[in-house]
């Protein structure tokens, strides 16, 4: 059967095989892109919650400055009044 391959049949199944190396091909670069695109959406999520979260601790951290000005402040006060230290433990 090798010997009565013609050029048009060497062609043929040359193309056939190109078709199905392309589609394969298509199908891993397809596949790529939906992986690319759900990591992305992930990595987008994650920033989104670190940066709620980094929100949070700045907050946070800013009412504990004010917080310590406070008592520095009513400690100062107690001690001016009533001449009593308050230390923290």
Do not use: C
């Not at 190109?18 to 690319?36: S, W």
Request: no cysteine; hydrophobic share 40%; aromatic share 6%.
């Amino acid at each position: 059967m090798a010997d009565n391959l013609t050029k048009k049949d060497i062609e043929e199944l040359l193309q056939a095989q190109t078709a199905n190396i392309l589609d394969a091909l298509d199908a891993g670069l397809t596949k790529a892109r939906k992986e690319r695109e759900e990591l992305r959406q992930a990595i987008h999520e994650l920033t989104n919650t670190l940066d709620a979260f980094l929100k949070k601790l700045t907050d946070y951290e800013t009412e504990m400055e004010i917080f310590r000005k406070k008592m520095d402040k009513i400690t100062a006060f107690i001690k001016e009044k009533f001449g009593v230290e308050i230390t923290a433990q």
